[in-house]
């Protein structure tokens, strides 16, 4: 079991910056990655930014390409969100996820998927 706790939504300007953070405990050396998400009401969520434990790699939605970036993740048990250059159509509840997998005999054995509360971000015009 994970759990993980947002923080650092808020209001802006467009164009300005917020950082979201969010902190996982529990069975955190299960974590293989974690991402965040965003949803508006009556849209599915959609996936935002993911970074990889091991690796490191990221990756990002086209949509915030070259404004966001995610961080940590890694042996610290929070993971970052630092966003650039809001745009109105960033504002969104932001929820954090973290995928975790046992692996039994080498093989993958309990996938599972844990989520925050989620964290409100409004840009305004």
């Known amino acids: 079991q994970v759990q993980l706790v947002e923080s650092g939504g808020g209001r802006v300007q467009t164009g300005g910056s917020l950082r979201l953070a969010c902190t996982a405990s529990?069975?955190?050396?299960?974590?293989?990655?974690m991402a965040w998400f965003r949803q508006v009401p009556g849209s599915q969520r959609e996936s935002v930014a993911v970074?990889?434990?091991?690796?490191?790699?990221?990756k990002y939605a086209d949509s915030v390409k070259g404004r966001f970036t995610i961080s940590g993740g890694g042996a610290q048990n929070t993971a970052y969100l630092r966003m650039n250059s809001l745009k109105p159509e960033d504002s969104a509840v932001y929820y954090c996820n973290a995928h975790t997998l046992i692996l039994k005999k080498g093989m993958p054995y309990k996938p599972a998927d844990y989520w925050g509360q989620g964290t409100q971000v409004t840009v305004s015009s």
């Open positions: 529990g069975s955190i050396d299960t974590i293989v990655s």
């Open positions: 970074i990889f434990k091991d690796s490191g790699a990221t």
